[in-house]
């Protein structure tokens, strides 16, 4: 029930949903067993498990709930090893080289063949709506889980007005102060033992673990210009954890004695108020910790345009406000290929995941493209 990693966004627009019909637009997204030529498929389950039908937990205004992802495993190597002994043998067959486009062909056939009885993983990725701060936690290591897991409740609810949450600060700018001056570190703030460096410009890291951060070896690496955008820490009374330039939360520990006032507290061996319990007080330690977190790194950013329907209106602007003039290639490349995904876009321009989902949010919020289905793809609307 402890979370280990956080992705924090800022919810804009309260969705106008009771709990109840909360409790329904869940149920109508639930998980279901993957079909045979289905490669992943992302849905709600019970939060409790089979101990419950419930598929939202409210107390005191903070909600929790729960997606599963299924995805088959089909290991590259043995789709290509077929590919070949097939190409092989039909090349042996008929005196002639196949072209590039028939292996294509091949292996989207082998790929169809083998995905019914390949191997499939699940994941539970657990979702903490705080309504009393509007804002939203995804219970992940992965920025992409993340934004896959809004899509879900955006497609659930209909309407997600989310930002990720940003501070007046940036993260990295904050941790190399509190790294060079202790009498920078707010009074709450203990250094960890870890940290990650990096020199603008430079794609080398320097990353240290189970060292003293205020040792000569680490300031001098520090002086050198290194940033650190990485970095452990410790807030007293609430949790350890590593911060993130991206205002991610890693490697999260609650303080012993949260977990032991956890563990003395009376359940009656009932399973889902054991539940209940742990995300109450985990939800109370992660809202201070969150507020610390804002209040040190100078406040929540403002002038971020919200998100229209879960999609930014300037998700294909460059950070200076001009339009980024790759978005209408890809716009071009989407309608023209078929293929609405962010690894597709990824591939076609050799960029990075941040900018080809910023382009995919924004071709969804035009309209060009739909919203996620429950296969995790998304069908282009536009000729």
């Known amino acids: 029930m402890w979370f280990k990693s956080l992705y924090l966004y800022r919810l804009h627009a309260t969705p106008d949903l009771s709990i ?4 329904e637009a869940l149920a109508e997204h639930a998980c279901r067993p993957l079909g045979g030529s289905e490669a992943r ?24 709930l729960c997606a599963l992802r299924q995805e088959r495993l ?31 062909a091949l292996k989207e056939q082998v790929y169809e063949e083998f995905l019914p009885r390949a191997f499939y993983r699940s994941q539970r990725i657990d979702v903490w709506w705080d309504t009393t701060r509007n804002l939203i936690a995804i219970n992940t290591g992965s920025r992409k889980r993340a934004e896959e897991t809004l899509d879900l409740l955006r497609m659930t609810l209909g309407s997600l007005k989310v930002t990720p949450l940003a501070t007046q600060t940036l993260p990295v700018r904050a941790m190399t102060q509190w790294m060079i001056d202790p009498a920078a570190r707010p009074p709450m703030l203990i250094l960890g033992d870890r940290v990650e460096l ?8 320097h990353s240290a673990r189970q060292v003293d951060l205020d040792s000569d070896e680490i300031q001098q690496v520090v002086a050198g210009g290194r940033e650190a955008t990485r970095l452990a820490m410790h807030i007293e009374g609430l949790a350890s954890f590593v911060l993130t330039d991206d205002l991610g939360i890693k490697s999260l520990h609650f303080d012993d004695a949260l977990l032991d006032e956890a563990s003395q507290t009376d359940d009656a061996d009932d399973a889902v108020l054991r539940m209940e319990t742990d995300f109450f007080l985990m939800a109370k330690a992660l809202g201070g910790m969150i507020d610390n977190l ?16 879960g999609v930014s209106p300037a998700g294909a602007l460059m950070p200076d406000g001009t339009e980024d003039p790759l978005y209408e290639q890809t716009k071009a490349f989407v309608v023209g290929s078929g293929h609405a995904s962010v690894s597709a876009v990824q591939r076609q321009f050799k960029i990075g995941y941040n900018r080809a ?22 069908k282009v609307l536009a000729a």
């Open 41 to 64: 498929r992302l849905g709600w389950q019970t939060p409790a498990g089979r101990n419950s039908q419930l598929y939202v937990h409210e107390i005191q205004g903070q909600r929790l």
């Open 74 to 104: 089909l290991p590259a190597g043995v789709v290509r090893d077929e590919v070949e002994e097939r190409a092989a043998n039909r090349e042996a067959a008929e005196g002639r080289p196949l072209p590039r486009r028939e292996k294509q």
């Open 357 to 378: 989902a910023r382009f995919i949010e924004a071709l969804e919020a035009e309209g060009i493209i739909a919203p996620i289905n429950n296969s995790g793809s998304r």
């Open 20 to 23: 109840d019909a909360l409790q």
């Open 294 to 309: 804002i209040d040190w790194l100078g406040g929540e950013a403002v002038g971020h345009a919200p998100l229209l329907d």
């Open 198 to 205: 990096k020199a603008k410009g430079d794609d080398g890291v």
